[in-house]
């Protein structure tokens, strides 16, 4: 896959970094979520070092993750059952018995 250099921005910090052709917003989108997650954890009186802070936050983003991950797993699992669901419904309405006599 073809790559190009994207300059982003995190926490005043500017770094080059490749990406795919086609993923630069992604990537830039991306970027903007870390960065407003580490200042947000730098802010926090509980963390007192930027390492600390590179690592809550890589923590809470593994941990959204993860449970964004569980979501989709639960919403695929509902959505399988709803189908099985319309299938049976429509073939119980197309089976012959049915159908009215005429």
């Known amino acids: 896959m ?22 630069e917003s992604a990537l830039l989108i991306a970027a903007a979520e ?5 200042t947000t954890a730098n802010k926090s009186k509980s963390i007192a070092t930027p390492e600390q802070a590179l690592l809550m936050t890589a923590l809470n983003l593994a941990n959204d993750l993860l449970a964004a991950k569980q979501q989709l797993k639960t919403e695929q699992k509902e959505n399988k059952q709803k189908i099985t669901l319309l299938q049976s419904t429509i ?5 012959p018995s049915n159908k009215k006599q005429a």
């Open 91 to 95: 073939e119980q309405a197309l089976s």
């Open 2 to 23: 073809t790559q190009r250099t994207v300059e982003i921005n995190v926490i005043d910090r500017k770094l080059k970094v490749a990406c795919p052709i086609g993923q």
């Open 34 to 38: 870390l960065s407003k997650r580490l």
